[in-house]
């Protein structure tokens, strides 16, 4: 029997579903180191989430940004309440997002993935908080989703020979 691309593996693959959860774990750690803004759940939570977009594909990634912001969001006291719901949706599809441009352009991947995690994501939330929230909140996660996204990256090329994902 072959062994299979890590990044195509099956969501119930023990494996698989291993490594999701260590990244999750790391997720719950990267909540604690949070940016400073309106909200207090702008952290380095989505940091293993792009890792795993990376190292298992946009299954693993989305599936880890959903977990980690939840957690995330948890650790704060869900302080957009039910909106968390929405943002995790969003977070998911950035990991899809993310994992498909990597395979094409990283430059085109960062910067893309940062700007809809950043602005888009905030602009989204117009029509609950308003403009004002999206003046507040976007410029802190845009430069949150950037860094967690460029550490992901950095991660990935400096254990990519050295731990097998």
């Excluded at 719901?85 to 993310?98: P, T, Y």
């Amino acid at each position: 029997m072959q062994k299979s691309n890590s990044k195509s593996q099956s969501i119930l693959n023990t494996s698989f579903l291993v490594k999701v959860a260590l990244l999750t774990a790391l997720s719950v750690i990267g909540s604690y180191l949070k940016f400073p803004g309106p909200v207090g759940s702008i952290a380095l939570d989505s940091l293993p989430g792009f890792l795993g977009a990376v190292l298992l594909g946009g299954k693993g990634g989305a599936l880890i940004l959903v977990l980690g912001h939840f957690l995330s969001a948890l650790n704060s006291g869900f302080p957009l309440g039910p909106i968390h719901i929405l943002i995790a949706f969003i977070m998911g599809s950035c990991g899809f997002i993310f994992s498909y441009l990597m395979q094409k352009n990283i430059y085109l991947a960062v910067a893309i993935t940062t700007f809809v995690n950043g602005a888009v994501s905030a602009a989204l939330l117009i029509p609950f908080f308003g403009i004002p929230f999206f003046y507040s909140t976007a410029p802190v996660l845009t430069v949150a989703s950037l860094a967690n996204i460029i550490l992901a990256v950095v991660i990935s090329k400096l254990i990519k020979d050295k731990v097998t994902f």
